[in-house]
């Protein structure tokens, strides 16, 4: 079976939350989003309104990441309630430096 969700919607679903949190991690964040954390505090996020299916990362949002790190994953956080995560190409620290995340590469569809 083919299930189809209409773009309308779509944006309905996505406008009823608000992430406003972004964190890193290490590995799969889990079904609760806490496993392999690695920022803290998570950093403060803006998404645009839902349009065709697609809310959109306003401003990047920039995380420190230890030496010896690999980020591998990016979840989405409305305050404390945990709404999804996505998988990232990994990216190794050999030493301290900035993890970016771009709002013009970061999306969420549904």
């Known amino acids: 079976m083919n299930t189809v969700i209409s773009v309308a ?6 406008g009823a939350i608000a992430i406003d949190k972004i964190a890193i991690h290490s590995g799969e964040p ?10 803290s505090p998570r950093q ?4 645009s309104a839902p349009s065709n299916g697609v809310i959109s990362l306003v401003n990047n949002v920039q995380f420190t ?9 990016i979840s989405y956080w409305e305050g ?9 190409n990994d990216l190794v620290y050999s ?6 995340l ?8 549904l």
């Open 65 to 73: 990441v230890s030496a010896g790190s690999t980020v591998k994953y």
């Open 95 to 100: 030493a301290t430096g900035t993890f970016t």
């Open 9 to 14: 919607t779509k944006n309905i679903l996505l």
């Open 80 to 88: 404390a309630t945990f709404h999804l995560s996505q998988q990232i």
């Open 102 to 109: 771009l709002s013009a590469d970061t999306r969420v569809s």
């Open 30 to 39: 889990g079904a609760n989003g806490v496993d392999n954390e690695l920022s």
């Open 44 to 47: 403060d996020c803006v998404f």
